[in-house]
């Protein structure tokens, strides 16, 4: 299934695979680069969380995981992942695996599980999938990141009044939740809706409501 020009992956993303068998590495980097995608190969997690360390946080990926390797397994090297905060789209590959263990690597966010041999357009479309997520995830984060730096302009008077504003609560409302005049209501209002650059009350909530983080 070669790429034309048109669909080419993008090469700026990059195709993690971790596993300890090297005729395998080497078979999933042919097809893959054959299929114009970047691949770098990892004979063990350890060294594929080292290499983790010297690599550009922005750059779009996913890894493709043994289950089986001396040393940290692929599942644990997916909970590894989890608990650092690295949210990279995983998918295992295996020669021993079963239904608990599919089981067990979905329920912890695995894109899929999949078992040797596996056909190429299958393996093709896993990868497909697994960096459409991974635009989405990194997209969703940025956007996160945004909304905390506006978010950060505000003073603590001004966060307590958008709270309230997120809460529904009406001007005459919030002047009488923190004790001040209606017009002081009014003008933190104001400096909320320019510090956050929103035009309306509908973008403001949408903004606020967007952060997962406490206001």
Known sequence: MNLNASTKPNQAEVVYVVDDDE?????????????????????????FLQSLQSTDKSTISCAILDVRMPGMSGLELQERLISENLPMPVAFI?????VSMAVSTMKRGAVDFIEKPFKENDLCGLVDRMLAKARVDYSQASQRKITQSLLSKLTGRERQVLERIVAGRLNKQIADDLGISIKTVEAHRANIMEKLNVNTVADLLRLALSDPQPN
């Open 23 to 47: 005729a395998v590495r080497d078979s999933l980097t042919w097809l893959l680069e054959s299929n114009g995608y970047v691949v770098r190969c990892h004979a063990s997690a350890e060294r």
């Open 94 to 98: 295996t020669g021993h695996g079963d």
